[in-house]
């Protein structure tokens, strides 16, 4: 962009954005002394990070929640109820640790960690709770029908192509090969 240009409509988040260019400065690389305090923090994050990590899956190695706390030297709380497509209160959105939550039976303790936000946790699952399906409004119906729908459709696409190329030879043009990987 040009000083003073407008950019299109960027949609970010949910939020539709225009942004104008006010300032250009051509790119380059700062000396070290004028960042030395900015990279160092930056530094010691990443490396107590690391650590934390290490720590982490090695207690995510013990049998119960309670034993990794201990090893840890640390304590934990429960987390309020919430949906599997809801951040969790107070620790955010991981898709992993989504994943691996409703897929555990209540009481485990998940033998893995999982990083959000540059800090590290260990989960246990206490309770999993179906939802009440009375509360659905003919609208949330059709449109769980309808992603179930598009999920089974393309399920059932990749199954049919898998087939055939295991009976065929099979020459994929590149510019489509996104859509059968």
């Known amino acids: 962009m040009n000083k003073y240009e407008l950019s299109q409509v960027i949609e970010v988040d949910e939020s539709q954005m225009i942004f104008e260019m006010t300032e250009k400065y051509d790119s380059y690389i700062p000396e070290l002394s004028d960042i030395k305090e900015k990279v160092t923090a930056d530094f010691i994050q990443v490396k107590s990070l690391e650590q934390a990590q290490a720590k982490a899956k090695e207690a995510a190695e013990l049998p119960t929640m309670d034993d990794a706390a201990e090893m840890l030297n640390k304590t934990y709380t429960t987390t309020p109820k919430f949906k599997r497509t809801d951040p969790i209160k107070g620790l955010g959105m991981n898709q992993k640790l989504m994943e691996d939550i409703f897929k555990s039976e209540p009481e485990t303790f998940i033998q893995d960690s999982y990083t959000v936000g540059g800090k590290v946790f260990l989960v246990q699952v206490k309770d999993l709770v179906a939802p009440d399906t009375a509360e659905i409004t003919d609208q949330q119906k059709e449109q769980i029908k309808s992603n179930l729908y598009g999920v089974k459709s393309a399920q059932a696409m990749q199954s049919y192509v898998n087939e055939l190329k295991q009976k065929a030879r099979i020459e994929i ?9």
């Open 173 to 181: 043009n590149q510019r489509y090969a996104q859509f059968y990987e």
